[in-house]
DNA sequence: CTGTTAGCGCTTTCAA
DNA sequence: TTGAAAGCGCTAACAG
């Protein structure tokens, strides 16, 4: 039974009292050091449990030097993004016994300065920087001080610390493959802000699979959005108005496709039947949409498990060759994605 | 400037040095208290500034004896509910100059002591435990070691900690008047999971709601779904083959109501045209479906800074009144209702 | 107003 | 194998 009553915290100290032992020996029980009497640490332990006693990790780590806190930095929570990022490496950061300091950034510079500064206050061992866009001169800070890091591929140029590069060709090469196998020809891509680098490459990846396949890439089925939703109602009418209409778009990121989705609908353009939407990234959200989206998988798990484990390798086992990850991505096919509407069945429609 | 290239962490006592005066005046200093000479001061900040000083938590708050963490449990990081409740939180906390201490449960009796047992081991101040079913025995476990609590109003039997208390009924009313005011009178209501307090919560409030307006509830118009997506899909078959069929359905949470709308989108009952949905909880993403969810708003963001307030009452100015604080619910009208469909119209598009 | 000193709770030499 | 004692970085008496 674990008493309940001990309403004041104990301490190695009293442990130690009570079980007849020194402090040193109280820790080198509560630390599973060989070569103590199993008499008394059965003592130790017995008394640990009567007390009801947890170890002050303040103290702990005090002496030790280390805080087993990993800082994790995210652009923010209520970008469907990251909550399952956050989750995963919650999840197997607590497996390793490390707790995780969270913080948003919310692209605000102050905010950025902040989390810094937190992350350094309280001694965390390594920073995991899960952002779109980050601020350089503030990773700098934390790599002069030691401390690990890992971060996205994605700011333009960010030199300290791990890199996790996304494969961004992959996926976006299924995902134009599947279209053109449905036998779509007028392809459209809605990019995402110029100044991202993971925008750059989605476009860049994009045109490359469109001309593995053979098909042209005119600059008026080209439109740039800026990952929101408003993008994404905003840049399909362009598409549709052409004399000779998209018949499928891809999407720089999933709110835009969503967003694309949402204008369609309020344009009456059925989906898939006579448009069919791709996104990227893959969120959550995208499989409660109706119909729910075909889209490009990042696996956030797998991402976050591998910022975990970089981190984890640098701290440890001081790796220290620079060996950058690369995470896949992958497309998913759902229900935005048809056939293309034969010529013949267009023009029915249009004279309806 | 600051200097970077302090590799190796420095401290009080380096301060001392540098400064030419005692560890003491550097904490007076740091810690802004009064009466220290301003030339003293002066000095010491620039060194700290010099060397890139920032102070170390952790031995800090081992003489405070005050940890300033707070922790924060939530059901599930990708329950699209408490992101936005964590950003909110982690806002408010990081103002306060709180840290805090994330967990999920998961709906894990392991998970469950584990973030207990982290908590208890980081000397948290206070937990904020905004989940939907807590386990009593472990609140217990935090309320005996002194911990402040809060928790949402929703545990069948928790008597430690303060509560919050959602006022389920007001929104639901509004949404029982809302949908009466579009001429519904078969409205249907898909319950969540008969063991939650706040389910039954909802639907005694549906029930109540619908008598005030004066409106019939049959039992046929009554289904228990388990707060998810499926529920949600298989909820809306049995309503629809109604010799006399719901042209409305209220659901007992957002992702039900998403489900709803999925099985009329595969049944080709046309939303909101044949049949309205409103939802509960007020998820961001209920934004971004087509067409956009009518829902009934848990103020997230509000309850997030109740929950933190409540906790900085307790732990700063020892309030131990008992009052309940009480979030407000309300209807957020989107696109997913409309005026019901007369008899004729029903019984043409039958016959066609 | 400032410095000296004694801890906070824990781990870790160093002797015994 | 165990205990005594020093010390992690900081704050808070207590003298001066």
Same mark, same amino acid.
């Given at each position: 039974?674990?008493?309940?009553?001990?309403?004041?915290?104990?301490?190695?100290?009293? /442990?130690?009292?009570?079980?007849?032992?020194?402090?040193? !020996?109280?820790?080198? *029980?509560?630390?599973?050091?060989? $070569?103590?009497?199993?008499?008394?640490?059965?003592?130790?332990?017995?008394?640990?449990?009567?007390?009801?006693?947890?170890? $002050? !990790?303040?103290?702990?780590?005090?002496?030790?030097?280390?805080?087993?806190?990993?800082?994790? /930095?995210?652009?923010?929570?209520?970008?469907?993004?990251?909550?399952?990022?956050?989750?995963?490496?919650?999840?197997?950061?607590?497996?390793?016994?490390?707790?995780?300091?969270?913080?948003?950034?919310?692209? @605000?510079? +102050?905010?950025?300065?902040?989390?810094?500064?937190?992350?350094?206050?309280?001694?965390?061992?390594?920073? =995991?920087?899960?952002?779109? =866009?980050?601020?350089?001169?503030?990773?700098?800070?934390?790599?002069?001080?030691? /401390?690990?890091?890992?971060?996205?591929?994605?700011?333009?140029? *960010?030199?300290?610390?791990? +890199?996790?590069?996304?494969?961004?060709? $992959?996926?976006?090469?299924?995902?134009?493959?599947? %279209?053109?196998? %449905?036998?779509?020809?007028?392809?459209?891509?809605?990019?995402?802000?110029?100044?991202?680098?993971?925008?750059?490459?989605?476009?860049?990846?994009?045109?490359?699979?469109? +001309?593995?396949?053979?098909?042209?890439?005119?600059? @008026? %089925?080209?439109?740039?959005?800026?990952?929101?939703?408003?993008?994404?109602?905003?840049?399909?009418?362009? &598409?549709?108005?052409?004399?000779?209409?998209?018949?499928?778009?891809?999407?720089? $990121?999933?709110?835009? =496709?969503?967003?694309?989705?949402?204008?369609?609908?309020?344009?009456?353009?059925?989906?898939?039947?006579? &448009?069919?939407?791709?996104?990227? @990234?893959?969120?959550? &959200?995208?499989?409660?949409?109706?119909?729910? &989206?075909?889209?490009?998988? /990042?696996?956030?798990?797998?991402? *976050?498990?591998?910022?975990?484990?970089?981190?984890?390798?640098?701290?440890?086992?001081?790796? +220290?060759?620079?060996?950058?990850?690369?995470?896949?991505?992958?497309?998913?096919?759902?229900?935005?994605?048809?056939?293309?509407?034969?010529?013949?069945?267009?023009?029915? %429609?249009?004279?309806?």
């Amino acid at each position: 039974m674990h008493s309940v009553k001990g309403h004041h915290e104990s301490t190695t100290l009293e /442990i130690a009292h009570h079980a007849r032992v020194s402090t040193a !020996t109280v820790s080198r *029980a509560l630390n599973r050091v060989p $070569n103590v009497d199993p008499q008394l640490a059965e003592r130790v332990w017995k008394t640990v449990d009567e007390l009801g006693y947890y170890p $002050n !990790t303040q103290a702990r780590f005090l002496v030790s030097g280390r805080s087993r806190v990993l800082g994790l /930095i995210v652009s923010e929570m209520v970008n469907p993004f990251f909550p399952e990022v956050v989750q995963s490496f919650e999840d197997i950061a607590v497996q390793h016994d490390y707790e995780i300091l969270l913080s948003s950034t919310v692209h @605000d510079p +102050k905010r950025w300065e902040l989390a810094v500064r937190r992350m350094i206050e309280r001694r965390v061992e390594g920073v =995991a920087l899960l952002t779109f =866009a980050e601020e350089d001169s503030l990773t700098e800070k934390l790599h002069s001080r030691k /401390i690990s890091l890992v971060s996205l591929d994605d700011a333009p140029s *960010a030199r300290s610390g791990r +890199k996790i590069q996304v494969d961004y060709q $992959n996926g976006i090469r299924e995902a134009v493959q599947h %279209l053109a196998a %449905l036998g779509h020809v007028r392809i459209a891509f809605v990019a995402g802000p110029s100044h991202l680098k993971s925008s750059q490459e989605r476009k860049a990846a994009f045109e490359r699979s469109m +001309k593995e396949v053979g098909l042209e890439i005119s600059s @008026d %089925l080209i439109v740039v959005g800026d990952h929101s939703l408003e993008g994404g109602i905003r840049a399909l009418p362009p &598409l549709m108005s052409l004399v000779d209409p998209a018949t499928a778009v891809m999407c720089s $990121n999933d709110m835009t =496709a969503i967003g694309v989705m949402r204008q369609a609908y309020d344009s009456g353009i059925e989906v898939p039947r006579e &448009l069919s939407i791709v996104g990227f @990234d893959g969120i959550r &959200l995208t499989q409660f949409m109706t119909p729910p &989206l075909t889209t490009v998988q /990042i696996p956030q798990v797998e991402l *976050a498990k591998l910022a975990f484990t970089a981190l984890r390798e640098q701290i440890e086992f001081e790796h +220290k060759d620079d060996s950058e990850y690369v995470i896949p991505t992958q497309l998913v096919v759902r229900r935005s994605t048809a056939t293309v509407l034969k010529s013949e069945h267009k023009r029915q %429609l249009k004279s309806s």
